[in-house]
Nanobody, 123 residues
Framework: QLQLAESGGGLVQPGGSLRLSCTASGSTLHYYAIAWFRQTPGKEREGVSC????????HYVDSVKGRFTISRDNAKNTVYLQMSSLKPEDTAVYYC????????????????WGQGTQVTVSS
């Protein structure tokens, strides 16, 4: 069974960059569309970006367009989220999850959540 683990979070100043990784184990990642989500205390988890199983289709929520880039390396069983020009409002715990085929824009996920990785943007 595919399990996902997030890494790469940390503390960064506004305007800085981070690259998050979502690494799969237990199965092959290339069968699945993968999305990144984020959550802050007291708020619902929101979809941030999604990539199709082939990498040919990507989707971004408006608040991160032009700043975040999602990519995947199926040979390494990993999906990345390159985050640039970070803002304090990007502060959250970031999670990755599997998404139903063709459902990236809806962030229609399935499966269990990992522990996430904390991103804190602060001066």
């Amino acid at each position: 069974q595919l399990q996902l683990a997030e890494s790469g979070g940390g503390l960064v100043q506004p305007g800085g960059s981070l690259r998050l990784s979502c690494t799969a184990s237990g199965s092959t990642l290339h069968y699945y569309a993968i999305a990144w989500f984020r959550q802050t205390p007291g708020k619902e988890r929101e979809g941030v970006s999604c990539i199709s199983h082939s990498g040919g289709v990507t989707h971004y929520v408006d608040s991160v367009k032009g700043r975040f880039t999602i990519s995947r390396d199926n040979a390494k069983n990993t999906v990345y989220l390159q985050m640039s020009s970070l803002k304090p409002e990007d502060t959250a715990v970031y999670y990755c999850a599997k998404v139903y085929p063709g459902r990236c824009a809806d962030y229609d996920f399935f499966g269990s959540w990992g522990q996430g990785t904390q991103v804190t943007v602060s001066s």
